[in-house]
T-cell receptor, first 114, second 112 residues
Framework: AQKVTQAQTEISVVEKEDVTLDCVYETRDTTYYLFWYKQPPSGELVFLIRRNSFDEQNEISGRYSWNFQKSTSSFNFTITASQVVDSAVYFCALSVPNDYKLSFGAGTTVTVRA | KAGVTQTPRYLIKTRGQQVTLSCSPISGHRSVSWYQQTPGQGLQFLFEYFSETQRNKGNFPGRFSGRQFSNSRSEMNVSTLELGDSALYLC???????????FGQGTRLTVV
């Protein structure tokens, strides 16, 4: 069974501060897929990024960056220079081949204050 | 390109009734999956359909069922509603099984 843990329940920052969201995952599969989703108050889950287990290269996309470390089973996500519009609940998720359902963490509520 | 469309957005039903929720996936996407979101249990997988076949089912009672049509649109049905079925029901579509899922805005079901 797959498990995703997001230990941070809530994070509150002032605009322009960086925010790092932690995600730890558990799976016995050697091939797996990791995701980050954002859920604004409207309710829709917005896809942000996806990483395959065989690709540990970390990247930056605009104000978003992620740090995938297999050795510690972590997939952390950073928002640089946060903005009020970044306020939302952020979910980390995991899926594996032959199953493909998303196993979500409990989510981290990010509040960015002006 | 239109996103995933779920109807209705809000529903209020009485215990014991049944309800049908609808989901239209992104054009060209063949997979549709359903998730239930509640404050207590978080996001939980209900089932996934691919090319009209149910590929996977979550740990929910038989009162929860679904289907997918030839145009990839999907419906989810809950019979004999219970108070605990009150939740946000999210539908997601994927182009293929191993690609990222795109979600609709959800249907908020309240059972009274």
């Amino acid at each position: 069974a797959q498990k995703v843990t997001q230990a941070q329940t809530e994070i509150s920052v002032v605009e322009k501060e960086d925010v790092t969201l932690d995600c730890v995952y558990e799976t016995r599969d050697t091939t797996y897929y990791l995701f980050w989703y954002k859920q604004p108050p409207s309710g829709e889950l917005v896809f942000l990024i996806r990483r395959n287990s065989f690709d540990e290269q970390n990247e930056i996309s605009g104000r978003y960056s992620w740090n995938f470390q297999k050795s510690t089973s972590s997939f952390n996500f950073t928002i640089t220079a946060s903005q009020v519009v970044d306020s939302a609940v952020y979910f980390c998720a995991l899926s594996v081949p032959n199953d493909y359902k998303l196993s979500f963490g409990a989510g981290t509520t990010v509040t960015v204050r002006a | 390109k239109a996103g995933v469309t779920q109807t209705p957005r809000y529903l209020i039903k009485t215990r014991g009734q049944q309800v049908t929720l609808s989901c239209s996936p992104i054009s060209g996407h063949r997979s549709v999956s359903w998730y239930q979101q509640t404050p207590g249990q978080g996001l939980q997988f209900l089932f996934e359909y691919f090319s009209e076949t149910q590929r996977n089912k979550g740990n929910f009672p038989g009162r929860f069922s679904g289907r997918q049509f030839s145009n990839s649109r999907s419906e989810m049905n809950v019979s004999t509603l219970e108070l605990g079925d009150s939740a946000l029901y999210l539908c997601a579509s994927k182009k293929e099984l191993n690609t990222e899922a795109f979600f609709g805005q959800g249907t908020r079901l309240t059972v009274v």
